[in-house]
């Protein structure tokens, strides 16, 4: 099994910055890739973005690209999720996921951390 474990999400105003971390402990060895999806309320939870094992192939969903940008440890085994310019539009729950992310085949996820942005 694999355990996911984010932190950093807050209460931030429209216009500031937030970078989330999701730590991935257990049997990690394959190399899968890490990512963010996120679910506000009343809504399906989307895809925010993904990175490969080796941090080569990074893709982002248009709602947040040019804004958000992501980045892994491999030796930590922790993916970030550097949010800038952040709008009312970003509140959700942000999940941390692993898998093959380019198909959204999420094999784990993580329990998810609050993000609000105020106006």
């Known amino acids: 099994q694999v355990q996911l474990v984010e932190s950093g999400g807050g209460l931030v105003q429209a216009g500031d910055s937030l970078r989330l971390s999701c730590a991935a402990s257990?049997?990690?060895?394959?190399?899968?890739?890490m990512g963010w999806f996120r679910q506000a309320p009343g809504k399906e939870r989307e895809f925010v973005g993904g990175?490969?094992?080796?941090?080569?192939?990074?893709y982002y969903s248009d709602s947040v690209k040019g804004r958000f940008t992501i980045s892994r440890d491999i030796a930590e085994n922790t993916v970030y999720l550097q949010m800038n310019s952040l709008k009312p539009e970003d509140t959700a729950v942000y999940y941390c996921?692993?898998?093959?992310?380019?198909?959204?085949?999420?094999?784990?996820w993580g329990q998810g951390t609050q993000v609000t942005v105020s106006s």
């Open positions: 257990g049997r990690t060895f394959i190399r899968y890739d």
């Open positions: 990175i490969s094992w080796s941090g080569d192939d990074i």
């Open positions: 996921a692993r898998g093959w992310l380019r198909r959204r085949e999420v094999a784990y």
